[in-house]
């Protein structure tokens, strides 16, 4: 360890293993949204008695990363306000600290490290609100995604019984005037509506995405205090010169 740093622990092995494996379903996912949108690679596939089947492995796909997408968000939700290791809950609130805390952040990524006026050791209010927008649209997803799975159901019926779609249509019907509420549709609420905002959020998430591997490397190039190792062993070295 060089002279002047410490050795932070930022996130824990649960947390780790929830980061990839989000990244890992988001990857999937991305790739059979696409398919099932455009069957773009439907063509790329040799003709055999299993091709009427890529779209239904498609979907099975989808759905199977959706799920995973279900449980950890529901895990991330709880250590949102229960962590006994970080609470982002409190990085979040609107205390005169966070919100300075949050524009010093800003400023420092707008100007380039020139302005450095806060704690890099440990989590900001910047990169928490940042994550919280990332988990709302992971939220929107699922929700407008699962209504579109329902949709399907026309019959009311699964192969678990009526519970389920019930369940469902309970918990999501309400996306359809939300989402035609949201793109400004001039005409009936629908189920394309919620298409519309299915597909648009994920183009967001794509974009959070980018933003969130560019500020990595930044933060790790110009901090020099390896942020970009937190997500592989949990930790970074902080300047000790740099706390405030």
């Known amino acids: 360890m060089k002279t002047g740093y410490k050795k932070v622990k930022r996130m824990t092995a649960s947390m780790r293993i929830i980061h990839w494996v989000n990244a890992i379903s988001m990857v999937v996912a991305i790739i059979t949204g696409f398919y099932i949108a455009e069957p773009y690679y ?8 299993v ?16 799920i995973i997408f279900d449980v950890t968000s529901i895990i991330v ?25 949050f524009f010093e952040v800003l400023l420092n990524l707008l100007t380039f490290n020139r302005r450095k006026n806060f704690d890099s050791s ?6 928490t609100v940042y994550f919280t927008i990332f988990h709302l649209l992971l939220a929107g997803m699922l929700f407008t ?15 678990i019984g009526k519970w389920w779609p019930a369940i469902l249509h309970w918990a999501t019907d309400w996306t359809i005037a939300a989402s035609s509420a949201l793109i400004g549709s001039s005409s009936m609420p629908s189920i394309m509506d919620v298409r519309i905002v299915h597909h648009l959020t994920m183009w967001l998430i794509i974009v959070w995405v980018v933003f969130h591997i ?19 062993g949990g930790s970074k070295f902080a300047k000790e010169s740099d706390k405030k």
């Open 122 to 127: 440990q989590a900001d209010s910047f990169n």
């Open 214 to 232: 560019y500020y990595q490397v930044w933060r790790t190039v110009f901090w020099q205090e390896g942020d970009i190792a937190i997500a592989f």
């Open 145 to 159: 995604g699962l209504q579109l799975y329902v949709h399907g159901l026309e019959s009311g019926l699964s192969s």
């Open 51 to 66: 091709d009427k089947y890529v779209m239904a492995w498609n979907r099975w796909g989808h759905f199977i990363v959706a």
């Open 42 to 49: 439907q063509t790329l596939i040799a003709e055999s008695a």
């Open 77 to 101: 939700a709880y250590l949102f306000f229960f962590s006994r290791f970080e609470k982002p809950i409190l990085k979040l609130l609107p205390t005169p600290k966070n919100i300075v805390v």
